[in-house]
């Protein structure tokens, strides 16, 4: 079975602080992807990335990185110089590849002051 | 290009009385999702449909909840009769086929949100 574990239930920092958010996940398939997800006070969530198991590469996306580590099967995220925008609840997410349905963790809530 | 349109955002009702969330995916999406997200965790698959079939509804309670996708395109989920722990967010999502395979990329509605008192 397929589980995802975000041990980081809230995380309070002040803007401009750079803030890394966990994930741990578990899984018996060989290829699987892993998501971030990121919910606003609105409800809505938003698509932030997605990595195939295959491809271990680091990615930076302007304020935003990710590190994803098979050995410690890990996929964090990191936040640098953070803004009040950032708030909001983040979700990391599992799915078999081929089969789109998502087991998220329970989510990390982030709450960056001024 | 717009995005997943539920209705309604919010819903009160007592238990053991029904309602009715819908959800109008992504145009071209073939792949439609219903997921339960109760306050403080994630959201929980409930059902999945590939145009107009179920993929997986294992985690659906079949006793209360139903779903359909007429014609492939909108969904309706029904709750009936409500409990007091169905209170959540219902999201509903879309996923776009790419070479006739689940891109695994969701868009979600902003959810309709259920209070049953």
């Known amino acids: ?114 | 290009e717009a995005g997943v349109a539920q209705s309604p955002r919010y819903k009160i009702i007592e238990k053991r009385q029904s309602v009715a969330f819908w959800c109008n995916p992504i145009s071209g999406h073939a792949t439609l999702y219903w997921y339960q997200q109760i306050l403080g965790q994630g959201p929980k698959l409930l059902i999945q449909f590939q145009n107009n079939g179920v993929v997986d509804d294992s985690q659906l309670p079949k006793d209360r909840f139903s779903a359909e996708r007429l014609k492939g395109v909108d969904s309706t989920l029904k709750i009936q009769p409500a409990k007091l722990e169905d209170s959540a967010v219902y999201l509903c999502a879309s996923s776009p086929i790419l070479a006739g395979v689940p891109t695994g990329e969701l868009f979600f509605g902003e959810g309709s949100r259920l209070t049953v008192l």
């Open chain 1, 1 to 114: 079975a397929q589980k995802v574990t975000q041990a980081q239930t809230e995380i309070s920092v002040v803007e401009k602080e750079d803030v890394t958010l966990d994930c741990v996940y578990e899984t018996r398939d060989t290829t699987y992807y892993l998501f971030w997800y990121k919910q606003p006070p609105s409800g809505e969530l938003v698509f932030l990335i997605r990595r195939n198991s295959f491809d271990e590469q680091n990615e930076i996306s302007g304020r935003y990185s990710w590190n994803f580590q098979k050995s410690t099967s890990s996929f964090n995220f990191t936040i640098t110089a953070s803004q009040v925008v950032d708030s909001a609840v983040y979700f990391c997410a599992l799915s078999e590849v081929g089969y789109s349905t998502l087991t998220f963790g329970k989510g990390t809530m982030l709450l960056v002051s001024p």
